[in-house]
């Protein structure tokens, strides 16, 4: 058997939720939450029925569960429709004229649109679609900026049964190629361009390069967004404000079985083709239902701002979907954040009076890295909850957060979940369950996570391991697209029954979840197994750096030597004084043990687009190899060119930001 994970880096410090946060939370201590954890664990189908019951229903469900691993039905028997929850039942009270979605464009125009607005612009596109011969269970690409209209796609194809397919702003035609042929789509919706720091991407046109040569698609529906000039194929290509002329605004929702495909999204193993995790309607939408509830414990007097894009998980599930089902207001962002100047998520806070604010690690280092007078221009009092997601966050990022931005008041929820998962499944709760930087802390109701050696044994306190889910939950992902032995062999094969995550964990002595890391990326050095996530926040919690990477390095001696990538912050220079700094930073925060081999100073890591950095790259290059493996997801090739080049030269170049998937 294998070595565990250790653990060195030992976090101590603790916050708790405040009295009056607590006091107006839907749950309000650490004793309820346990009371209906420990219920959610024992009686699933109770727990989830009493919850299944605030959503609109055509058909009541016969079973909550038929799980014959790994393949389960939630609900089964059951009808019911997503735009329906997420629209109609809003309209019958004073939410009807409450506005659904704010939207702020790149260029800085804005626009609105209430409950009754977005029903009506849904219902009008479901009528194109179906105009179109778009039916219930067709594949359906939509490749969007943020805009209303991402939104609204997405809830028609849900009105009408088709499944869409949100294939992210910033992937290329190849992408685009790919995903049509293993979906089988028949349609695309698609926008002339979109803005991105400035400039004008050419989405059309990267539409028309992946439709050369032929694939499935018969239509091609185009929102003018950008005016930016483009070609439209006879017979192909339609515009969507003139399809709109031919429809009118009444489109009955279309009642679906639970376990109706709801929606595609594709993410990139780390070798072979990209995966396309379904995921199915009731089960989802229950899914995110309850953690938008509980997590972020919205409430109809919030502007709940989740800064991902829309072609990304948290996209779906908290741009869209979790904010609309709950009937609460979303805000949504077209642009980069540091555009026109590194102030525009604090001034959009301002402006709007942001209540609640999602984004990622990534973001916040780099915000890190720009400096705090960029924030200290603003009022950001309106903050009542700061979230974050996607990857490990250090605990001095969790700090300057929590400090910086949330004025030391607001809780942080470090959620964690995965594309697979559908909602988030490890999380506090900011009324009920205490923080600590670094920790996404306790299961979210239902939810059996735990921590396991190679055996699948669970292990002890502050032994790390592999992360399992060992009982099904009514978002997790049914299977991989036209690939159900993929999905048994990646996900449930390990250990029979059990989900497997790819994530490295612990489990504290109170129980807390720290996630490591992938497991890919653990490293061995000389019989240690250490996680990356310590290392880097050891690095990062040194006054100048910005960001760091930990990798191995195979090494005769030691089997694998640690290598460091390290950016650096604003003004300050690479040295060889400061890389001798850094290596006695991290054997006194962590042990000799951890300590690197090697530091390297780069302008900026590789990342995917949605911000996480891409480790397998670093490897490669951390060992003299060239790159080889799928660089498809990587945000930015420019970097690793930069990356490969034996050392950075000192003095400030300007760095290259990557933070496109935000
Ligand atoms: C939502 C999303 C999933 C992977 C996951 C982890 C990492 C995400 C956290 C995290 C530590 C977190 N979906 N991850 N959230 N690691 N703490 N709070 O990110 O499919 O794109 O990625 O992201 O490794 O397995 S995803």
């Known amino acids: 058997m294998e070595k565990n994970i250790e653990s060195h880096l030992i976090e101590k410090r603790v916050f708790r939720p405040s009295r009056e946060f607590g006091k107006n939370a839907r749950i309000k201590s650490l004793a309820q939450y346990r009371k209906m954890y420990r219920e959610s664990i024992r009686s699933p189908d109770r727990f989830w029925a009493r919850e299944a019951k605030e959503l609109i229903w055509h058909r009541s469900w016969k079973k909550v569960l038929d799980w014959k691993a790994p393949f389960a039905k939630w609900f089964v028997g059951g009808q019911l429709n997503l735009s329906e929850n997420c629209l109609d039942r809003h309209l019958a009270g004073p939410r009807r004229n409450k506005a659904a979605i704010i939207w702020e464009g790149e260029p800085g125009e804005k ?3 209430t409950y009754q607005q977005l ?40 009105r009408i049964g088709a499944v869409h397919s949100v294939v992210f702003g910033g992937f290329s035609a190849d992408s685009i190629r790919d995903r049509i042929a293993d979906s089988g789509a028949t349609a695309l919706i698609t926008a002339d361009g979109s803005y991105r720091r400035g400039t004008i991407v050419p989405l059309k046109n990267n539409v028309d390069h992946a439709l050369s040569g032929g694939t499935s698609v018969e239509r091609v529906i185009v929102f003018r967004r950008a005016g930016n000039e483009i070609h439209m194929e006879e017979g192909r290509d339609l515009w969507w404000h003139r399809e709109l002329q031919y429809v009118d605004a009444n489109c009955e929702p279309v009642p679906v079985d639970s376990e109706h495909p709801l929606f595609i999204l594709y993410t ?14 009731a089960g989802y939408l229950l899914g995110i239902y309850a953690t938008t509830k ?7 007097e919030d502007l ?29 962002y077209e642009g980069a954040p540091n555009w026109p100047e590194p102030d525009r998520f604090w001034r959009i806070i301002e402006d709007y009076r942001v209540t609640i604010l999602y984004t990622a690690p990534t973001a916040i280092r780099a915000f890190v890295r720009w400096g705090d007078n960029w924030v200290k221009k603003h009022d950001l009092s309106s903050l009542r909850l700061l979230g974050s997601v996607g990857e490990p966050i250090n605990p001095e990022a969790w700090m300057w957060y929590h400090k910086t931005i949330g004025g030391g008041r607001c809780p942080v929820v470090d959620t964690w979940w995965q594309t697979e998962t559908g909602s988030i499944l490890i999380t506090p709760l900011p009324g009920a ?50 690939d159900r032995e993929r999905y048994r062999k990646q996900y449930w094969s390990e250990f029979k029954g059990r989900y497997l995550t790819g994530d490295g964990a612990r489990r504290d002595a109170d129980g ?15 019989g240690h197994r250490l996680g990356t996530s310590e290392i880097e926040s050891a690095l990062v919690a040194h006054a100048h750096v910005a960001e760091a990477a930990v990798v191995g390095r195979p090494d005769e001696m030691k089997g694998q030597a640690v290598v460091a990538f390290v950016t650096l912050k604003g003004s300050v220079a690479p040295s060889t004084g400061l890389k001798a700094e850094l290596l006695d930073h991290v054997s006194e925060h962590i042990g000799a043990i951890a300590k690197p081999d090697e530091v390297r100073f780069a302008e900026a890591l590789p990342k995917t687009r949605s911000g996480k950095i891409m480790r397998r790259l670093l490897k490669e290059i951390a060992s003299g190899k060239t790159v080889t493996g799928d660089t498809t997801t990587l945000e930015d090739f420019s970097v690793l060119a930069k990356l490969s080049e034996e050392e ?14 935000l």
């Open 304 to 332: 709940f701002w989740c800064t991902a894009d829309v072609g990304w998980v948290t996209g779906h599930s908290y741009v869209v979907y979790g904010p609309l089902s709950l009937g609460a207001t979303t805000l949504m």
């Open 648 to 661: 950075v030269s000192s003095g400030t170049r300007e760095r290259k930001i990557s933070l496109s998937g």
């Open 433 to 482: 369950i205490p923080t600590k930087p670094g920790s996404a802390t306790l299961p979210f109701f239902g939810v059996d996570a735990a921590v396991v050696d190679e055996s699948g044994e669970e292990v002890g306190a502050n032994v790390g391991g592999k992360l399992i889910i060992r009982k099904p939950w009514p978002s997790m992902l049914r299977t991989i697209y036209g």
């Open 111 to 113: 626009r609105t649109l």
């Open 268 to 281: 990139s193993g780390s070798t072979g083709k990209p995966k396309g995790i379904l995921h199915t309607t």
């Open 512 to 526: 807390y979840f720290w996630i490591v890391g992938r497991i890919d990326d653990v490293l061995n050095v000389a």
């Open 294 to 300: 509980y997590v972020f414990d919205i409430r109809d």
């Open 119 to 158: 029903h009506r612009e849904v219902c009008r596109f479901a009528n194109v679609l179906k105009r179109n011969k778009i039916r219930k269970g067709d594949r359906v690409i939509i490749y969007l900026p943020t805009t209303p209209e991402a939104a609204i796609a997405m809830l028609a194809c849900a």
